[in-house]
């Protein structure tokens, strides 16, 4: 069937496109095309032509970028029920387009003319992680960006930062020897959070209810390894993650027992032979 192929038309759409605009369609021989695009959100659809019609189109989604190169800095602070961006623009462009979401079901879009460098936005929920995208154009009457905007900057932000609702799954605790142990976990998850995770708090108990000095890690640390302990005594773990906002629930209690003899690591049993 490729061999009737005259040539295909390639749509490149912006999301979210709160202008309606028609996606801009592009007909080319070729099955490669290079397209320059800013870091919002895309969907490019491809379908093949020949003299009968047009086929049904292959979509594709261009996957999030890394904000790390970005030249510009974007700073968010609450205000009552608002949330104010502000923003220092290294140049003056006619406007700035403001692409500001919880995911990409929830995608919102404005074209912000201003030259002060600040937008409002409304309605948007606590404890929820929002990620805002900030464009600058020369072209701002609401027509296809896609030739025109230059991503300024990027950041993620709570409008009210809460506590973890759960603690680290799948505690586990290995390695165990009279002094120590291995205490591993699965970090929590990211609708969990409710806030930037700033780390975790380990507490251990020994079986007269003694607690040792609680462990304080940072967010990024999956595993630690406890030592100091004593010999032949059952000891309960429990892990919790914070925030700025405070410290969330503790996991359930994990208990584990030092030996009263080290591992043995290996055993070798030596015969003498008789001597004939």
Not at 103 to 115: N, P, Q, R
Request: charged share 20%.
């Amino acid at each position: 069937q490729s061999d009737n192929v005259l040539g295909y038309f390639v749509d490149v759409e912006r999301i979210p496109n709160s202008c309606s605009n028609s996606p801009n369609r592009i007909s080319l021989k070729d099955k490669k095309i290079l397209v320059n695009l800013s870091m919002a959100y895309y969907r490019v659809s491809i379908s093949a032509y020949n003299e009968v019609g047009e086929s049904p189109q292959a979509i594709y989604i261009v996957p999030e970028f890394s904000g790390t190169d970005l030249p510009g800095q974007i700073h968010v602070k609450s205000q009552g029920s608002n949330t104010v961006v502000t923003w220092t623009p290294e140049y003056n462009p006619k406007c700035f387009v403001v692409d500001w979401s919880s995911g990409k079901a929830d995608m919102h879009m404005k074209i912000v003319t201003t030259s002060t460098g600040n937008f409002t936005l409304d309605n948007v929920q606590p404890y929820k992680l929002y990620k805002i995208v900030l464009h600058a154009s020369d072209v701002c009457q609401c027509e296809s960006f896609t030739k025109h905007e230059k991503t300024f900057g990027m950041t993620h932000f709570y409008s009210v930062e809460g506590v973890p609702r759960t603690g680290p799954a799948n505690v586990t605790i290995l390695n165990i020897t009279k002094h120590s142990a291995l205490v591993k976990w699965t970090e929590i998850a990211a609708e969990d959070r409710l806030g930037f995770l700033q780390g975790y708090r380990i507490s251990y108990t020994d079986s007269s209810r003694k607690k040792s000095p609680a462990v304080i890690l940072n967010s990024s640390t999956t595993s630690y390894h406890l030592t100091g302990l004593k010999e032949k005594t059952t000891y309960h773990v429990q892990i919790s993650g914070f925030t700025n906002a405070g410290e969330g629930p503790l996991t359930l209690s994990q208990p584990f027992s030092t030996p009263k003899y080290g591992t043995v690591e290996s055993l070798c049993l030596c015969i003498p032979q008789n001597e004939s």
